[in-house]
């Protein structure tokens, strides 16, 4: 279940952790380019990618796999499809759904039980 846990999602804030080079992770040199190595490897997803669905998904979030949950005490929640599922947990790992006040429950959490 993802569940809005503000009044509105602060984008601005999801937006600046996005773009925030997690610990440990190097920085990219100018010289390197890791597309150029092997040209059948897919392009490396980026979370500001999701972020922007995540931003889509709020404004019409049937047509983006999550379906809305009219019965909660939550600001909003909404049940995501598997597909939905894998977005919203590469966000919380990076911490973007934090920082935009969503939290994202699995099913087997107790809290949900």
């Given amino acids: ?9 602060d984008w601005l804030a999801a937006l600046g952790v996005a773009l925030t080079r997690p610990p440990g992770v190097p920085e990219r040199r100018r010289e ?3 597309w150029q190595s092997d040209e059948a490897a ?4 980026r979370v500001a ?3 922007a669905w ?3 998904a709020f404004d019409e979030p049937e047509t983006n796999g999550l379906k809305p949950l009219p ?3 939550a600001v909003a929640a909404w049940d995501p499809d598997p597909a939905c599922s894998e977005r919203l947990s590469r966000l919380r790992e990076r911490q973007v759904l934090d920082a935009a006040g969503f939290l994202l429950h699995q ?4 809290a949900l039980l």
């Avoid at 279940?1 to 999602?9: A, D, F, N, Q, S």
């Avoid at 099913?107 to 107790?110: F, K, L, S, V």
């Fill in 107 to 110: 099913a087997d959490e107790p």
């Fill in 42 to 45: 897919p392009r490396p997803r």
């Fill in 54 to 56: 995540l931003r889509q």
């Fill in 71 to 73: 019965e909660s005490a």
């Fill in 1 to 9: 279940m993802l569940e809005l846990v503000r009044h509105t999602p």
């Fill in 32 to 34: 390197e380019d890791p």
């Fill in 49 to 51: 990618d999701d972020l």
